[in-house]
């Protein structure tokens, strides 16, 4: 936990991360900025998802529907966060020359879109459409 | 030959600046579609108070990440750019997070 608090301090002084180490070559940075913005993307395909369902799913329960389009929301919100703290740790990573770090999410967010995908299909499958 | 080495030395032949920038576009269209998203989730009915709202605030977060991504393609066209500054990626995170925000008040 006081490691999530110190990177987020680092999100915020930038100028701490440039005191470091040494400027890394600007091919590094800027292949460090196109994975960040993969992850933005990623995050804006969740985000877009959850508004898909709840637009394109209308006669599913308000319950099941409203959870669904929550839960990929916030998967959105959590892979946006995600994408600015790997890019900060990556970022200060290499003016240490240290290894990048490694990183479980995109295990975890795997494993959540398998499981939102398969409670879609069983959804619209066996149609709990009662309303 | 002192040519072409004059030339690496310029600009770098594996092109990073162009892909960066080219990444930048593709995230641009990426927020757009989202942006789309969430206009038609706040005007489908009929037109309300919250609706307009809601309207306003994602042209308003669409344009901001316009001008951020705009910013940064500007300043990816020396051969040896800058890195990203804090601000615009913090900026990106957030015009992502606030139309997720937005989505999530409208559904909710």
């Known amino acids: 936990m006081s490691d999530f608090v110190q990177s987020l301090r680092l999100w915020f002084a930038p100028q701490r991360i440039r005191d470091e180490g040494e400027t890394p070559d600007y091919r590094f940075s800027l292949a460090n900025e196109r994975t960040f913005l993969a992850w933005i993307r990623t995050a804006l395909a969740l985000v877009g998802g959850g508004f898909a369902v709840d637009q394109f799913l209308p006669d599913l329960r308000w319950g099941v529907r409203v959870g669904l389009a929550l839960a990929l929301l916030a998967a959105g919100v ?3 966060l995600r994408a600015v703290n790997h890019w900060v740790r990556c970022e200060r ?3 240490r020359g ?3 770090p490694g990183s479980r999410f995109p295990a975890v967010l795997s494993l ?3 499981v939102v995908a398969v409670a879609m299909v069983v959804v619209v499958l066996f149609g709990w459409a009662g309303r | ?3 072409a080495a004059a030339g690496i030395d310029a600009r770098d032949p594996g092109l990073q600046p162009e892909r960066t920038r080219l990444a930048w576009r593709r995230t641009t269209l990426s927020c757009t579609v989202v942006a789309v998203l969430a206009v038609k989730l706040a005007v489908s009915d ?3 108070a919250v609706g307009i709202t809601g309207l306003a605030l994602s042209a308003l977060v669409w344009i901001g990440f316009l001008a951020v991504a705009h910013r940064r393609i500007r300043s990816l066209s020396p051969a040896r750019p800058q890195p990203l500054s804090h ?3 913090l900026l990106a995170a957030f015009c992502t997070i606030a139309l997720a925000v937005f ?3 409208l559904i909710w």
């Open chain 1, 112 to 114: 959540v879109v398998a």
């Open chain 1, 93 to 95: 990573a290499m003016r």
């Open chain 1, 78 to 80: 959590l892979c946006a």
């Open chain 1, 98 to 100: 240290e290894d990048l």
């Open chain 2, 1 to 3: 030959m002192t040519e």
């Open chain 2, 87 to 89: 601000r615009a990626a």
């Open chain 2, 103 to 105: 989505g999530a008040a």
């Open chain 2, 46 to 48: 009929e037109i309300t």
